[in-house]
């Protein structure tokens, strides 16, 4: 049984903590430190803290891993390895030197692929038919480092991000169980990533979620998906923020932004097709299905929404 330091905070990392606490001598979990968080701005604790301390698990949570204070306390822990899934920090070069079978990292994609903070949403949005989980030694790197093991999943037609991102947090944690042994034993040497198949998933920032309607119906379909439940998509009707929650693609066309009514719906012009919104929500009102929100306000097919 290996001695672990867990490193996660958000969701996706709590399955691989859990299964781990199960196989292995988890020493402490190193996460994020408390934040305000939703509407009330009240201090919470993260999801792997929460389970954490569920579990009597000691917890760490400096503001700045790469301070010497918290590198050394740190290397109090004596750990054979580290397992990190979504910490949110970069681990600099003196933390991964710690343990003396390094540093283990679950990615929730087929490396090289999208490497970087957003993976799960930058694959439904590129319309890729899979993904999956991506166990990997980490080296200083964004993502760079040899990978130990990988399984792919597909990308159903209607996936979104919190589906996909449910499905994979479930996964990371079955692969990893399956690939420590054979690593901690040096029987699965790590494999090299090719560079030159990188490609790269930024952080998503709030503004991303603003619908550009010059883009093609598909391209605007797959990036409501992709971005469900965060950060949301919405587009500008009469100087109020619409949420656009659901819908679906169709032929036909009408000019980009512009509310139609297209085989007794309503649709949306976009550069190319047809955009049939199904669930709607405009700012300070509550969600509402289309046909809803299309007879309580009758100036809005004819209208033209915000385009660039």
Not at 58 to 68: A, D, G, L, N, T
Not at 153 to 172: F, M, R, V
């Amino acid at each position: 049984m290996a001695r672990i330091v867990f490193m996660g905070t958000p969701d996706f990392a709590v399955p691989a903590l859990r299964l781990l606490i199960q196989h292995h001598d988890v020493l402490g979990v190193v996460t994020q430190p408390d934040r305000p968080a939703g509407r009330s701005r009240q201090v919470q604790m993260s999801p792997v803290k929460q389970a954490a301390l569920e579990a009597g698990i000691s917890v760490f949570q400096p503001e700045k891993i790469r301070r010497p204070e918290a590198v050394e306390e740190l290397r109090q822990w004596q750990p054979d390895a580290y397992v990190v899934a979504a910490f949110g920090q970069i681990l600099p070069q003196t933390v991964l030197d710690i343990p003396p079978h390094g540093s283990i990292n679950i990615h929730a994609s087929l490396l090289p692929r999208w490497r970087g903070a957003a993976p799960i949403q930058a694959a439904i949005r590129a319309g890729d038919a899979e993904t999956g989980i991506t166990i990997m030694k980490m080296d200083a790197g964004l993502d760079t480092g040899p990978m130990l093991r990988q399984r792919a999943i597909p990308i159903a037609a209607d996936e979104t991000g919190q589906s996909l991102h449910d499905k994979l947090a479930e996964l990371g944690g079955t692969l990893l169980i399956e690939t420590l042994p054979g690593y901690l034993s040096g029987e699965l040497p790590p494999q090299p990533q090719d560079d030159a198949l990188a490609t790269f998933a930024p952080r998503i920032e709030k503004e991303a979620g603003r619908i550009d309607w010059t883009q093609p119906a598909t391209v605007i379909e797959r990036a409501i998906r992709a971005f469900t439940p965060w950060p949301g998509t919405f587009t500008l009707w009469n100087g109020k923020q619409l949420k656009i929650h659901a819908g679906e693609t169709g032929s036909g066309s009408a000019e980009p932004g512009h509310v139609v009514r297209a085989n007794g719906r309503v649709a949306i012009g976009t550069a190319s097709g047809l955009f049939f919104p199904t669930r709607l929500q405009l700012e300070g009102k509550s969600q509402v299905s289309i046909d809803d929100f299309a007879r309580g306000y009758g100036d809005f097919v004819g209208a033209t929404l915000w385009t660039s």
